[in-house]
């Protein structure tokens, strides 16, 4: 994979991430194959549909998103990230982060694995528990 090649994905990776903030889905078909395939938080998913129930999340809206370090490798893209939600119910916000790794052929998204911090997320929208449980 040449540099250009490297470019053009850390750059269709930008605009995907870019979908949680406008919510666009025609957009988020451009870049994601349909049949995606998805892993993290314990389980395995394939299709875009997954990933376009997320961007449009109802009662939650990203309302700021800060790349914290992206680059590529071979048809790979790694980003570390952090969105700003807001839960539309309350007008709390809370900042979530996260780290994924992309895959890409053909110019879209095909399979992707990552971690975010839904603890954190739900934790700082007062939807769980400030303090866990013992175990």
Request: aromatic share 8%; charged share 25%; hydrophobic share 45%.
């Amino acid at each position: 994979m040449d540099s250009s090649e490297a470019g053009r994905n850390v750059e269709v990776v930008r605009r995907y991430l870019r979908t949680f903030v406008t919510k666009d889905l025609a957009e988020l078909a451009r870049l994601v194959a349909e049949d995606v395939e998805i892993y993290g938080s314990g389980r395995a998913v394939r299709g875009r549909h997954f990933v376009a129930a997320a961007v449009s999340s109802p009662g939650l809206t990203v309302v700021d998103q800060r790349i914290v370090e992206i680059f590529a490798a071979g048809d790979r893209v790694v980003v570390s990230f952090a969105q700003t939600y807001r839960r539309e119910a309350t007008g709390a916000t809370a900042v979530q982060s996260g780290c994924k790794m992309y895959r890409l052929a053909g110019g879209r998204i095909v399979q992707f694995w990552g971690e975010q911090d839904l603890y954190g997320l739900l934790r700082g929208l007062a939807m769980v528990p400030a303090e866990l449980p013992a175990f």
